[in-house]
């Protein structure tokens, strides 16, 4: 089974701390994403990297960076958290594009509250 | 750019009764379409995925259809029990997206009571 851990299920941090959520995924795959989740906005992303040390922005990129040193690692950094960032961040996981039954493949999520 | 929408955005029924949740996009050019399942506090879990050459596909109680032409896609679970209790999110990917970028609806919240 594919298996997606995030760092850490619950994170409480202070207004303009840098904020460190790491998400590790077991089956070599190429994609790896960042989403973050509102009631009433549904599911954002915000970025997405589709190999190592590659990148893209995705709907929602300001106030937060990304990195991916590993294949298997894809960290989301909010260099100095601001009270609108408490949210639920959900990392995933997905072959590059290899068929048409590819899916994403979801960790359990960080609630991050931000005081 | 694809909008993805979920109608109704909440639904309760008493056990037994079968579920019918609506899912509408407004681009046809997708590779597929995917449902998903999310517990309350948790992440999501991939329910159903039909391709684009597919109308329908059905695994256990779930039965999902996949109109193209009409932007439409309904998810059907028969016989609802209580731990069908979540929400059900459903998501296109874009042939003209790279990367297998999925554009999510709203999700529709189920509250299915004993």
């Known amino acids: 089974d594919v298996k997606v851990t995030q760092s850490s299920r619950y994170l409480v941090k202070r207004t303009g701390e840098k904020v460190f959520l790491e998400c590790v995924q077991d089956?070599?795959?190429?994609?790896m994403f960042w989403y973050r989740q509102d009631p009433g906005l549904g599911l954002r992303l915000i970025y997405f990297?589709?190999?190592?040390?590659?990148?893209e922005k995705g709907d929602i990129p300001e106030g937060y960076s990304v990195s991916r040193e590993k294949k298997e690692r894809f960290s989301l950094i909010l260099e100095s958290a601001s009270t609108n960032q408490t949210s639920m961040y959900l990392c995933a996981s997905s072959p590059f594009w290899r068929e048409s039954t590819d899916t994403q493949y979801f960790g359990p999520g960080t609630r991050l509250t931000v005081l | 750019k694809q909008e993805v929408t979920q109608i109704p955005a909440a639904l309760s029924v008493p056990e037994g009764e079968n579920l019918v949740l609506n899912c509408s996009f407004t681009d046809s050019a997708i590779y597929n379409l995917q449902w998903f399942r999310q517990d309350p506090g948790k992440g999501l879990t991939s329910l159903l995925l039909?391709?684009?050459?597919?109308r329908e596909q059905t695994s256990g109680r779930l039965n999902a259809s996949l109109d193209k032409s009409s932007g439409r896609s309904t998810l059907y679970i028969a016989a609802s029990q209580p731990g069908d209790s979540a929400t059900y999110l459903c998501?296109?990917?874009?042939?003209?997206?790279?990367?297998?970028?999925?554009?999510f609806g709203g999700g529709t919240r189920v509250l299915v009571k004993p």
């Open positions: 990297s589709y190999d190592v040390k590659m990148k």
């Open positions: 039909i391709q684009s050459s597919q």
């Open positions: 998501a296109v990917p874009l042939i003209k997206a790279a990367g297998n970028k999925l554009t």
């Open positions: 089956m070599d795959h190429e994609n």
